[in-house]
């Protein structure tokens, strides 16, 4: 890397001096190709100057997730390198659209002082507009330090009831060694402000890109939107994964979701067991945006709903269940409403089959099942009965019944 951190001190120099025109060798990486490289390797250069001594292992990896973004090897890009510092003009050329290009990204900084503010910029009004107010490259590893990227944006008056949210990104996983062993979770969620929430999870198994589309399916108006991914590898600690080009766009249009639904799955060339297994699980995924039939959900009400993702406790809440018993809806009971069944205690909101050990108390309980690794895309209902819900605690008798 020392080789390399010398050519970003004579590029300066080099961009001033005139050189003569030749025709670039095809084993030298194209003027194009070059400057995309160049510019991925100058933000991680940025990135990794920022990374602690005790991390310096992060430094390699960035630009070694540069030189593989981009189908070049280290050798590849030194001799390049040398033939573009031979010819100077042609390495002139790519610094002055460098420039241009990170000169464009400063129309960017109100929307980082907005973030600061945990606010949209208010020049984001039109129908289709790129929300995503932080960074777009993210290193996630296996540790609980450093295994999350979450995000709460609040919605402005630029937002309108049923506006639909995307988020894409570029999912790298970067196994110690061979074969990725870890996953991760992706979530979108409205929040509305009746205190209901609306949302959908992804599991993401392999590397590639990767979309969430939600359109908001209530009249209330839009409070904020919120998401994460999570990343968990517990075969191998040492693994990580690299999320590049994230975006999460919002649309007035609702011409659009058809062709945004139809687009949601990405094709991968996988084994054939693989690939069935990602499709039954993205089609089970995709379930939830369908319209369903009354005949086919159901209603609960119960007390308290505590949910493992969001990690809170609701009180007095209806959860709408599809026929195949995953959570739908999660919105607060305000009044009565027809075909409800009520359930006394507390329903648990989780993506794995939950129980409850013997002689353990309710905060035992949620330590422990906090742990368990998400294990399908969807949210199921636990119905703990009976409950102390003033101590927030079981009682003797508790049971633990999943609802259907």
């Not at 120099?13 to 060798?25: Q, R």
């Not at 919120?226 to 990580?240: A, I, L, W």
Request: charge should be neutral; aromatic fraction near 10%; hydrophobic fraction near 35%.
């Amino acid at each position: 890397m020392k080789k390399q951190a010398s050519w970003l001190l004579v590029a300066a120099f080099l961009s001033g001096m005139a050189g003569c025109g030749k025709k670039i060798p095809d084993d030298i990486i194209q003027p194009d190709a070059m400057e995309s490289l160049l510019y991925d390797y100058h933000l991680a250069s940025t990135m990794s100057s920022s990374v602690s001594y005790t991390e310096n292992y992060k430094k390699d990896a960035y630009f070694k997730y540069v030189f593989q973004k981009h189908h070049v090897t280290e050798e590849e890009f030194d001799s390049s390198m040398v033939w573009y510092t031979r010819n100077s003009d042609q390495l002139a050329t790519i610094y002055q659209n460098l420039q241009k290009r990170f000169e464009n990204e400063e129309k960017h900084m109100k929307v980082q002082v907005a973030k600061r503010d945990n606010q949209i910029d208010v020049s984001m009004s039109g129908d289709t507009v790129d929300v995503w107010q932080d960074r777009t490259l993210y290193w996630l590893s296996a540790s609980v330090l450093t295994n999350k990227l979450m995000f709460d944006l609040k919605a402005d008056t630029t937002f309108k009831p049923h506006d639909a949210m995307e988020l894409t990104a570029d999912f790298h996983f970067m196994p110690e060694n061979g074969r990725p062993s870890g996953k991760a979770v992706m979530a979108l969620n409205f929040y509305f402000d009746n205190d209901s929430v609306q949302g959908l999870t992804r599991i993401v198994s392999s590397s590639g890109k990767q979309r969430l589309y939600v359109r908001a399916d209530s009249a209330f108006t839009i409070r904020s939107i919120s998401g994460f991914v999570y990343y968990t590898d517990e075969k191998n600690p040492k693994s990580s994964m690299l999320i590049d080009d994230i975006h999460l766009t919002r649309y007035h249009n609702m011409e659009k979701e058809q062709e945004l639904v139809a687009d949601t799955i990405q094709k991968v060339d996988l084994p054939d067991t693989e690939s069935k297994k990602v499709r039954l699980q993205e089609k089970a995924i995709m379930q939830p945006m369908r319209k369903i039939r009354k005949s086919e959900m159901k209603r609960f009400a119960t007390h308290r709903v505590y949910s493992l993702l969001t990690v809170e406790i609701k009180s007095s809440q209806v959860l709408e269940l599809e026929e195949d018993g995953r959570v739908s809806k999660l919105y607060p009971f305000t009044e009565e409403i027809s075909a409800t069944e009520w359930l006394p205690g507390l329903v648990v909101l989780s993506p794995c089959l939950i129980w409850k050990n013997p002689e353990e108390n309710f905060s035992e309980f949620k330590m422990r099942i906090s742990k368990i690794p998400v294990c399908e895309a969807a949210l199921r209902a636990y119905w703990i009965y009976p409950f102390n819900v003033s101590l927030m605690e079981f009682a003797g008798n508790s049971r633990i019944t999943l609802l259907k």
